[in-house]
């Protein structure tokens, strides 16, 4: 399987706090990009970020990329209740479709 | 803006029975997928495609047919479906710079 992963596979924290999802994939890419899935819901973008970026930020959101080590985090800071979801990364090569990770479930306790 | 439209919803099958699943997309994007989710396995992709007339295999495409008449439409097809088929099916696709848009999941249960 070329599927990366996602580490921890579940994370609980309090609101306010900041919750970190680590991802590892297994070849080189062009991007990497982070997901979210509410329960029962399709998945949604969040942010990618490319092979020659090292972080990038959107709102609240932190991506972290280190080539060398083909791993990425993704950052939530100041959690809210809603940020309750699953977490996924997803590695692209050339134009080979998104490999995903099986992602992280992330439960913020308001 | 309706985006990918996945039918039906859900769907409870009887094994050894045919099934398509639709899926349409309005955003006119070259690239589609079909992937299936499982509790602890992630989505793994079935079949995909790059371009109208196009298809190709991904990690899990036994059991599965997929065509691609045109832009739009991408249906999935199986032939005679079996318990292990029980999955939630998302059908996607990807705009120019990477990045996939997805359908809201066909829950299928084949008893």
């Known amino acids: 399987s070329q599927q990366g992963e996602e580490d921890p596979q579940a994370l609980s924290i309090q609101e306010g706090e900041n919750a970190t999802m680590n991802c590892s994939y297994k070849?080189?890419?062009?991007?990497l990009q982070w997901y979210r899935q509410n329960s029962g819901r399709g998945l949604v973008h969040l942010i990618l970020i490319r092979s020659n970026e090292r972080e990038k930020h959107s709102g609240r959101l932190r991506v972290t990329l280190d080539t060398s080590k083909k791993s990425s985090s993704l950052l939530i800071t100041a959690s809210r209740a809603a940020d309750t979801a699953s977490y996924f990364c997803?590695?692209?090569?050339?134009?080979?479709?998104?490999?995903f990770g099986k992602g992280t479930r992330l439960s913020v306790i308001a | 803006i309706a985006g990918i439209t996945q039918a039906p919803t859900s769907q409870i099958l009887a094994a050894g029975r045919r099934m398509t699943l639709r899926c349409t997309q309005d955003?006119?994007?070259?690239?589609m997928y079909w992937y299936r989710q499982d509790l602890g396995l992630g989505l793994r992709l079935i079949h995909y495609s790059n371009t109208a007339g196009t298809t190709g295999k991904g990690e899990v495409p036994d059991g599965y047919s997929v065509s691609r008449a045109n832009t739009d439409d991408f249906p999935l097809t199986l032939a005679s479906a079996v318990p292990s088929q029980t999955s939630v099916y998302f059908c996607a696709s990807s705009d120019p710079g990477g990045l996939s848009f997805f359908g809201q999941g066909t829950r299928l249960t084949v008893v």
């Open positions: 070849t080189s890419i062009n991007n």
């Open positions: 997803a590695s692209a090569a050339g134009n080979t479709p998104l490999v």
């Open positions: 955003m006119r994007h070259n690239a």
